[in-house]
């Protein structure tokens, strides 16, 4: 396909490609590494990775080259560039908040503000006028599918409309957003395509009459449907900050269409008219539009009429006239009002609709006033009140005496309430408000009752929701909450359908799937508003307190504190800067609301005096506003929420109306049931900036848009499921290839064989899900499959081919074999002829040779016999295929006959479905008509019984509310005496404390005296300070001066600064314009270069058009010379015809002459006979007879003549048309091709003349660039000057400081004495003041009690448990007072105890210290490991997307490639088959015409043998003449005259003869058209069959399709959940793996610490060895503590064995080594004699020692489990260690104990050795386990790795599946596409073939015609022929009994009359001969 330019409206819809594409964008994006970078500018900045530091990364802005560090976390990935302003954003790889930023910005600046975003359609507002609403746009868009074409709002609107139709499901578009983004437009485009679209053909047809030159052509209904907008906007929309044309009201428009998808009607229902907008506006903002429409277009009769005043008199208008840039209020006004005549309002109704609109603005000037002494309102000026009543038709007096002194019903009195200023203002308002309110709803019912005019209920509908945005102002009221309440409301419906929906579908199919939550769970924010009770909502406390006498705005928010003060969504604003002030988390943000008069807008009261005036005006359009006056909120129910006086009163009025807040909660619910009902299409409209500026679009404020709509939670769910689905029949057939001999022979059930087949190809579970129908992939699987099928086939066919090629190759080495031989035989005799060519015998026998005839005639006889075999063979190959023929004939008669009878049945059976299908569709029309009134009765039953249900409930929630109140009543009254129980005892506490006071009162007596003699120290001291604060100002005089000489220096610094600045900003501002105009220059340039491009490419589509115009032309001019030789025949044709006619015309002629000779002859002889009559009169008949033959000839001659002729110039015409069409074309394109030659030659031209701009702007960016760099430095130097005074400055500057400070110290020193004086004076009398004080706060604390009930009940509470609490404490002190005395005791003994607990305390403060600083870093690591994981996961998302796109793409082209290859051959194959059916048909035909020429050649024939015949007749008539003057040779004439009649005889019967051949062969045509009419017949039929047969697989692959890619998307999402439990397998084993290496560690640790700790030991042995040197002196004492050693040894080898049948065996080797060294320095401290055994034994121990410590150092793996018994163990060995010391001490007596000491040593030795064996088995088993566990770890560790390799192998695989399955749909799809193509190309044949069969009836029908004329002249010639014998019988009859006279008179004439008879006889012959000839010739 050749490119088109594209249109100036469709820049604003496609994406250039070209510059996407771009391959120096794409190796910019790889070559630096772009990523995103949070910015506050621009939210997010484009820069490049330059260095990576652990969690920090350096990045360099693309923008200015900065260079910034930015954790690694908070960095987003950047797409390539040709992801760059994609269409849907689910197509990016890096989904980011960052790229779908970045997208939408791209998109918007280059004026595309259309984008879909998964499901629905993102709308940036351009805040100007875009080319893309026309009529060819909505054309474009027209039955398109939303992939065909760009993102549009007509786009969705087209799929929800299609969807409607063919789902007949109903739908809706919701367009939501902000105030100002755009929804009220996208909402009339939405309309006005569906106007297009969807309009009737009525409605189209007068359209087109009557509005032939309008854009749009509309019906009736779909005009006022569009022209329903202005009316509304007018009275409805206004000028806000964010909008021009904002809409203050919500609305829902549905348009009904019937069953064939025209509009019927429509129905508009609106939702919260902000009513106050009437009254005050702020200062920018406008009210209605209409306010404004009316005053400037209003003409004079009609200004005079609603009396209307300039815009500044009215105080309703608050800002005056505020005017709208691009409109004008005039030309608005006659807008509405043409829309109006539109809809149908007449000029009466009009004209009153403007006066209430002039009331409401003349309500706000009527002014009142106080009264001097009084509070009555009054009115001095009533000007503006007569306007008003004129304009309502109500009298003055009666409004003012309502409106100043209203009469008011206060129980069952009437009685006259004077009213305040305030009151009558409020009043004036609210009628105002109400007036306005109710016109905006008459308007609305009179366009609804105008588009709903057929009362006809449609098909199905769509909906259209155009609602107010989310709204948080600086002061949100009422209207703001109910607002934010829907959008709450549609923004649950939002994600219910975007996310919970769509999960649904995977859990209908019983696939295991995690739902996605997408964290805005907005339930909890509307049962906070809607809830009825259990605890109330917030509109149902507001409904509740409007009830209640004497509540205000402040008792219903504490009331709401108080219920809902611990909802999660509700809050109290910080600073309180209102009672009436309280808080709501929305979805979009906390918004604080305040609640004044938010109890009168709920009750929305009106003053009922002036309502009843009204319902009783002279103005029948005003009563029928206030028709329903008893419905209003009067003033007596206001006078009862303010007076307390009549609370019964208020009980009589309940459910008399209903709030504004339960009528608007209903309509929601209605709408959001509607909505529920149908499929939602949605439409987020987003506001670019707030200052409502086209091309700025501010990224913080998008961002946070794009949030609360969810647009990435939204694209993640669409990406994370299971698109791919394939049925269990259809995968089994495709994929079986590839497990073949996984699924067993026979019968199986396609589930079962589908999941045999996966487990043969060993899938990843993640990948796919089984469902209940079909297989759900993840995307790439199928794809991968599909490779896999495609290397399957490959590896057949090679197979094949190889097989083939071989069998090709051996038959070729034979060919070559045998053309060796050959060659070799040629060689041998060119060799013979070499050698005997010249030998003489050899001459003399080559010329001898051929003259001997014997050789010859052996050669020809051998010539002969070859010639007889081959005509025998083909003799019997002729009669073989004449058997065979004449064998298929017979079947294919029979097949023909059986079709014939097949086909009669068939048509049979057809006519009577076809007669039950118009029953039955009959029936079926009725029958929903009576279901549509059936269903509407239904609804409006529902309707009453739910509204009866609602008042049910309410009364009964009423009720239980009362019975509420009062229980609650009852229950305070009990906890007030509670409380006053409780405030006694206070009282009492209170008193005891008084006395408490009393007592620090003495004592601050006390301290008075101490400070009044400090007072006169200080008094002292002042005197010295003074002095020195005099030195001080001295000091600071000049100090002063210093800086003001400073600060002149400073200023001139300055002034020179902001001059260098200014020129700085100078140069800064041009070196930016330069910039700008280079970057528009570039801009410029890669346009002019797209555009040359652009027309390159129309240049070459222009050569390629020229050349198929002279193709064209080509086959124009061959039909021509076609159409010249068929008129050239047609010509010849006629000039045949012409003879023909001329010849019988002269025929005609002779027998007329030849009629009326007769006629004289017969009248002169046979006057006289009867018989004579009879003939005469039969001759007249025969004679009209062949008259109207003749004339009924000539009438068909010319009849076909002119139709020849008509053919004939329209043939010519055509080819005329033809050509001037085709000379027209080459002309015009000859004329675009010089137009872009001139234009490419500009083009180049402006391109070197932009080339040149740059350049000189290039030089001159240097030169400014210089300069920048030389005031650079210069500012520099100055900076550097400024900072050096600043420096001096501040150096003085504090100096002075100091000084001052100084001086001010010594000045607050003597202040504060003084002070000091005066607070000691005081504060006795504030202690006094305080005990006075706390009395009165006794009697306060009784009236406050009752205001805080609620926080009572939680402080009794508490009470409660601390006065438990202090009875348990109580109860504590007295056992620890007991307990004191026996402490006291044991103080001394616990000192000891004390000191070593705070020791261990301290240590275990610094062990928690440690472990807090240990949890805080973890944390933190925590944290960034958390954002570390949530990057990576999102790196490992896009780089999957990354690579599953690269993959699919790879795959499609490769598979594109086979299938177009495959699809080649299907075309060649189908063309092929076309082909033979067209040359079979164009057989027929040329049978049907060579039929028709023999036909044509036998009626010229018949018509010669009719001339013939006709010469006859003339030469018999002249022998009847010669008979009658031939009297005498009669008897020779008759016998002659026998003869030739006998010969006519003949000739007749043969004539007969040929004439029935020619009927059995017209017959023989006419049963071959009709066979071939049959045929065609029953070829149609099967074609039609196989068409819906294609057509039906092409639906059932489709929903085949559709099952797979949803059993794809289920098992997507099982593969999903096995990926996200084995990522936690895996995330616990990394942690075990953490833990297991923690453990390690530690066990290290241990380790060392033991190493560490036997060291210490070995140096105390070493003590111990110094020690015994000098214990030999007690022996004695030794001894005797030897047996105490011995017996704790003992116990301690006791508790040692407990402890190792408990613990490992390492801990109880290392207990009895301990156990060991005690006894070893036992037995040292005894040997003290024995030095040199000891020293042996030491040598012994050392070693054994130095073996213990090896096999401590091997037992590592030991350690780690037995650290914290180990810190038992060293807690036992310091226990040992100071028992040591003790027998240290005890050692110099125990000398005369070494004796007993030694033998014990010996028993020792041997004990020691035994011990040490038995440490040496445990040990060493307790290793060998350890080993095999750490083997067994080891193993599973291993065998993990695997698993987690061959998981991350079959990923890989399943991925290339599902992308192959991706492919296959994509495919399939493509192969649809193509059927449908293909199906259309032959029905166009089917159409042709259709045409060519009625040409081919025409001719066949025009050939019958042709031989019944035939048939008809041959009966006549026959007739006549009869009719001539019978003459001439007669006249033979009438002569032979005539008279002799008669025949005498001339004897001349026999003579003659023999020639003419001879002659005759001579032409009948030659005649004759001529007949047999021409038969025997045919």
């Not at 429409?293 to 505020?322: C, N, Q, W």
């Not at 094949?800 to 070729?812: D, E, P, S, T």
């Not at 027929?1484 to 015949?1509: F, H, V, Y």
């Amino acid at each position: 396909m050749s490119k088109k330019a594209p249109s100036e409206d469709e820049k604003f819809l496609f994406v250039d490609k070209d510059l996407l594409n771009s391959p120096m964008a794409q190796a910019d994006w790889s070559a630096k590494k772009l990523v995103w970078i949070p910015s506050e500018r621009h939210g997010f900045e484009a820069a490049s990775v330059k260095e990576e530091h652990g969690d920090e990364v350096l990045v360099e802005l693309a923008d200015n080259g900065k260079k910034v560090t930015v954790n690694k976390d908070d960095i987003q990935k950047m797409n390539p560039p040709k992801f760059s302003k994609v269409e849907d954003m689910a197509e990016l790889t890096c989904l980011n908040e960052a790229s779908v930023l970045h997208n939408i910005r791209e998109r918007y600046f280059s004026g595309l503000i259309y984008t879909y975003s998964g499901l629905f359609c993102v709308v940036v507002n351009p805040y100007k006028m875009l080319p893309i609403y026309s009529e060819k746009i909505i054309d474009m868009y027209k039955g398109k599918k939303r992939h065909e074409v760009p993102p549009h709002i007509y786009s969705i609107t087209d799929n929800a409309y299609r969807n409607m139709m063919q789902d007949r499901e109903d739908q809706s578009i919701l367009c939501t957003g902000e105030s100002g983004a755009g929804k009220t437009e996208n909402t009339k485009k939405v309309i006005q395509y569906l106007a297009v679209v969807a309009s009737s053909h009525k409605g189209k047809k007068d359209s087109n009459a009557q509005q032939s030159g309008s854009q749009f052509a509309y019906g009736e209904l779909e005009k006022q449907l569009l022209q329903a907008n202005p009316i509304l906007e007018a009275f409805g929309n206004a000028k806000t900050v964010k909008n021009d044309n904002s809409s203050r009201f919500g609305k829902f428009i549905r348009i009904n269409f019937d069953v064939t998808g025209y509009i019927v009607g429509a129905n508009i229902e609106t939702y919260l008219l902000e009513k106050s907008r009437c009254i005050r506006q702020a200062k920018i903002e406008r009210a209605f539009h209409i306010f404004y429409y009316m005053i400037a277009g209003a003409k004079d009769k009609l200004r005079e009429e609603l009396l209307l005043e300039p815009f500044t008199s009215y105080r309703f208008l608050s800002a005056g006239h505020v005017q709208i840039p691009g409109q004008q209020d005039d030309e608005m006004y006659e807008e509405t009002m043409e829309a109006m005549s539109i809809m149908g309002l007449t000029e009466e109704e009009r004209i009153d609709i403007l006066k209430v609109c002039s009331t409401v603005m003349q309500l706000g000037n009527i002014e009142f006033k106080k009264e001097r002494n009084q509070e009555q309102a009054t009115m001095p000026d009533n000007t503006a009140a007569q306007k008003v009543c004129h304009l309502q038709g109500i009298n003055v007096t009666d409004f003012t005496r309502a409106i100043l002194t209203p009469r008011i019903k206060v129980g069952r009195e009437v009685v006259q309430k004077a009213q305040t200023k305030e009151q009558a203002d409020f009043a004036i308002e609210a009628l105002a408000k109400a007036m306005f309110e109710r016109l905006f709803l008459w308007i609305l019912g009179r366009v609804n009752k105008a588009l709903d005019k057929t009362k006809r209920q449609g098909a199905s509908f769509l909906g259209i929701l155009d609602i107010a945005g989310f709204e948080i102002f600086e002061d949100n009221s009422f209207e703001q909450l109910c607002i934010n309440y829907t959008n709450e409301k549609l923004q649950q419906l939002f994600n219910h359908t975007m996310f919970i929906l769509e999960q649904e579908e995977y859990q209908r199919e019983g696939i295991e799937w995690n739902f996605i939550d997408f964290g805005l769970d907005l339930q909890p924010c509307i049962e906070l508003i809607e809830r009825p009770n259990n605890p109330p909502g917030i509109l149902a406390l507001l409904d509740e307190e409007c009830w209640f006498p004497k509540a205000t705005d402040v008792s219903f928010v504490e009331k709401l504190m108080n219920t809902q003060g611990n909802h999660i969504k509700f809050a109290k604003p910080k600073q309180l800067k209102d009672k009436t002030e309280f808080s709501i988390l929305h979805y979009a943000g906390k918004v604080d609301y305040n609640a004044t008069a938010w109890l009168t807008k709920n009750m929305d009261p009106l003053n009922d005096n002036v309502t009843s005036l009204l319902n009783n005006s002279s103005s029948s359009f005003v009563q029928d506003l206030w028709k329903d006056t008893d419905r209003v909120v009067g003033l007596d129910t206001i006078a009862k929420m303010t007076d307390s006086s009549m609370p019964s009163a208020s009980k009589t009025k309940k459910g008399m109306f209903r709030t504004v807040g339960q009528l608007y909660k209903e309509s929601l619910a209605k709408l959001m049931t509607t909505l529920h009902n149908t499929q939602p299409n949605f439409v987020r409209c987003i506001i670019p900036n707030h200052e409502k500026r086209a091309g700025k679009l501010d990224a913080h404020l998008v961002l946070e848009q794009l949030r609360c709509n969810g647009v990435l939670e939204g694209i993640r769910i669409c990406r994370q499921g299971f698109p791919n689905r394939i049925v269990f029949q259809e995968f089994r057939q495709r994929y079986e290839i590839l497990a073949a001999n996984a699924i067993p022979k026979g019968f199986m059930d396609g589930k079962q064989a589908c999941c045999l087949m996966i487990k043969h190809l060993d899938l990843d579970p993640n990948l796919y899900r089984i469902g209940q129908s079909k297989i759900f992939f993840r995307t790439g699987v199928l794809a991968q499959l599909e490779e896999e099928r495609d290397m399957k086939i490959t590896v057949i066919i090679i197979a094949f081919q190889a097989q083939a090629r071989g069998f090709l190759a051996r038959k070729a080495f034979a060919k070559r074999q045998q053309q060796l031989t050959a060659m070799k035989v040629i060689q041998r005799n060119c060799a013979a002829y070499l050698k005997l060519r010249n030998w003489q015998w050899w001459r003399l026998f080559t010329k001898v040779k051929p003259l001997l005839q014997v050789t010859r005639q052996e050669e020809e006889m051998s010539l002969k016999e070859e010639e007889l075999q081959r005509s025998k063979e083909n003799a019997a190959k002729y009669e073989s295929e004449l058997k065979e023929i004449t064998l298929k004939h017979t079947s294919i008669l029979e097949e023909r006959n059986t079709l014939q009878e097949q086909l009669q049945a068939e048509t049979e059976l057809y006519a009577e479905a076809e007669e039950m299908r118009v029953r039955l569709a009959s029936k079926k029309q009725e029958l929903e008509e009576i279901l549509h009134e059936m269903e509407a009765r239904l609804d409006d039953e529902e309707e009453r019984t739910q509204s009866l249900l609602v008042e049910k409930k309410k009364m009964q929630q009423q009720m239980q509310e009362l019975e509420e109140h009062l229980e609650e009543e009852e229950d305070a009254r009990q906890k007030l005496q509670l409380e006053k129980v409780t405030c006694e005892g206070k009282i009492k506490k209170l008193e005891d404390d008084i006395l408490v006071m009393e007592d620090q009162n003495n004592k601050l007596l006390k301290e008075r005296k101490l400070m009044e003699e400090r007072i006169a120290d200080f008094s002292t001291n002042l005197a010295e300070e003074e002095e020195k604060s005099k030195n001080l100002t001295k000091l600071k005089n000049k100090h002063e001066s210093m800086i003001s000489e400073l600060e002149v220096r400073l200023k001139k610094e300055e002034k020179s600064r902001q001059e260098l600045d200014k020129a700085k900003r100078k140069l800064e501002a041009e070196s930016n314009d330069l910039q700008e105009q280079i970057a528009d220059l570039q801009a410029q340039i890669a346009d002019l270069k797209a555009q040359l491009a652009k027309k390159e490419e129309e240049l070459q589509n222009a050569l390629a058009r020229l050349e198929d115009e002279t193709a064209q032309k080509n086959n124009a001019l061959k039909k021509i010379r076609e159409l010249e030789g068929h008129i050239s025949d047609l010509q010849e044709d006629l000039d045949s015809e012409r003879a023909a006619r001329n010849k019988a015309e002269k025929i005609k002629r002779d027998l007329g002459e030849e009629l009326e000779a007769l006629k004289s002859e017969l009248e002169d002889t046979l006057d006289t006979t009867a018989t004579q009559q009879e003939l005469r009169a039969k001759r007249e008949q025969e004679v009209t007879l062949l008259k109207r033959a003749i004339e009924d000839e000539n009438r068909t001659h010319e009849s076909q003549i002119q139709e020849m002729r008509q053919k004939h110039t329209q043939a010519v015409e055509e080819l005329t048309e033809q050509l001037e069409q085709s000379k027209r074309v080459k002309s015009n394109l000859e004329k675009a091709k010089q137009a872009l030659e001139k234009e490419t030659s500009e083009l180049t031209m402006e391109v070197r003349s932009l080339a040149q701009a740059k350049q000189d702007g290039e030089h001159k960016r240097k030169k400014l660039e210089g300069q920048v760099a030389d005031l650079q430095s210069r500012f520099t130097d100055s900076e550097k000057q400024k900072a050096e005074l600043g420096e001096r400055c501040s150096k003085i500057t504090i100096e002075l400081e100091s000084v001052t400070n100084l001086l001010n110290e010594a000045e607050g020193k003597n202040i504060k004495l003084s002070k000091d004086v005066s607070s000691l004076t005081s504060q006795l009398q504030d202690s006094q003041e305080l005990l006075a004080e706390e009395t009165r706060q006794k009697l306060q604390f009784s009236t406050k009690l009752r205001q805080a009930e609620d926080d009572k009940n939680s402080l009794q509470e508490q009470l409660e448990e601390e006065m438990e609490a202090k009875r348990n404490v109580e109860r504590h002190v007295s056992t620890l007072n007991i307990q004191l005395s026996d402490s006291k005791k044991k103080m001394d003994e616990m000192a000891g105890n004390i000191e070593l607990l705070e020791e261990s305390k301290k240590r275990l403060q610094r062990d928690l210290e440690a472990a807090n600083t240990q949890f805080e870093e973890k944390a933190s690591a925590y944290d960034k490991l958390e954002k570390t994981k949530n990057r990576l996961q999102q790196e490992l998302e896009d780089t999957l997307m990354d690579l599953d796109n690269q993959r699919q793409n790879v795959s499609n082209l490769e598979k594109k490639q086979k299938k177009f290859d495959q699809m080649l051959a299907e075309e060649k194959s189908i063309s092929s088959k076309y082909a033979e059916e067209r040359d079979r048909a164009e057989a027929e035909a040329r049978e049907k015409e060579t039929k028709a020429l023999s036909l044509g050649r036998a009626l010229e024939e018949a018509q010669d043998s009719r001339e013939e015949l006709e010469r006859a007749n003339k030469a018999l008539r002249m022998e009847m003449e010669d008979l009658i003057s031939s009297k005498d040779d009669v008897g020779k004439n008759v016998h002659e005259l026998e003869k030739s009649k006998r010969g006519l005889e003949a000739q007749v019967e043969e004539m007969k003869t040929q004439l029935e051949e020619l009927e059995d062969e017209l017959q023989a045509a006419e049963d071959a058209k009709l066979r071939l009419e049959v045929n065609m017949q029953a070829l149609k039929a099967q074609f039609e069959r196989d068409l819906q047969g294609r057509d039906e697989m092409g639906e059932e692959k489709k929903r085949q399709l559709v099952k797979q890619v949803r059993e794809l998307e289920t098992e997507l999402e099982d593969e999903r959940k096995q990926r996200a439990l084995a990522l936690a397998a895996k995330k616990k084993m990394e942690t075990d793996m953490k833990d297991l290496e923690g453990q390690i560690e530690t066990v290290n640790k241990g380790r060392d610490e033991a190493i560490k700790q036997l060291r210490k030991l070995q140096a105390q042995m070493k003590d111990y060895q110094r020690e015994l040197e000098d214990a030999r002196a007690a022996r004695e004492e030794v001894l005797t503590t030897a047996k105490e050693s011995e017996k704790k040894a003992k116990s301690l080898e006791a508790e040692l064995m407990q402890l190792q049948e408990d613990l490992a065996a390492a801990e109880r080797a290392r207990k009895q080594a301990e156990a060991e060294r005690d006894e070893l320095s036992d037995e040292l401290a005894s040997n003290s004699s024995g030095k040199s055994a000891l020293a042996d034994e030491k040598r012994r121990l050392e070693a054994k020692i130095s073996q213990l410590e090896e096999e401590l150092e091997e037992e590592q793996g030991n350690m780690e489990i037995l650290n914290d018994r180990l810190r038992k163990s060293t807690q036992q060995v310091d226990q040992l260690n100071n028992e040591l010391q003790a027998e240290r001490s005890t050692s110099h007596k125990n000398e005369s104990a070494r004796q007993q000491m030694e033998r014990q040593n010996k028993e020792l030795k041997s004990k020691l050795q035994e011990m040490e064996n038995q440490v040496k088995s445990k040990f060493k088993s307790s290793i060998t386990a350890l080993e095999a566990k750490v083997a067994q770890l080891e193993e599973q560790l291993e065998q993990e790795s695997r698993e987690k390799q061959a998981n991350a192998k079959s990923m890989r695989q399943k991925d290339k599946k599902l992308k192959d399955l991706i492919m296959q749909v994509e495919e399939e799809r493509k192969q649809a596409e193509q059927y449908k193509d293909q199906a259309e190309k032959s029905n166009t044949r089917m159409k042709q073939l259709k045409r060519q069969l009625e040409e081919s009836e025409e001719e066949s029908q025009r050939a019958t015609a042709a031989r019944r004329k035939l048939q008809r002249e041959l009966d006549e010639a026959t007739e006549t022929n009869d009719a001539m014998s019978r003459e001439v019988n007669s006249l033979k009859s009438k002569l032979r009994r005539g008279n002799e006279p008669s025949f005498s008179s001339a004897p001349r004439r026999i003579g003659g009359g023999r020639r003419m008879v001879e002659d005759t006889l001579e032409e009948d012959t030659d005649s004759q001969n001529d007949f047999n000839g021409t038969k025997s010739a045919d």
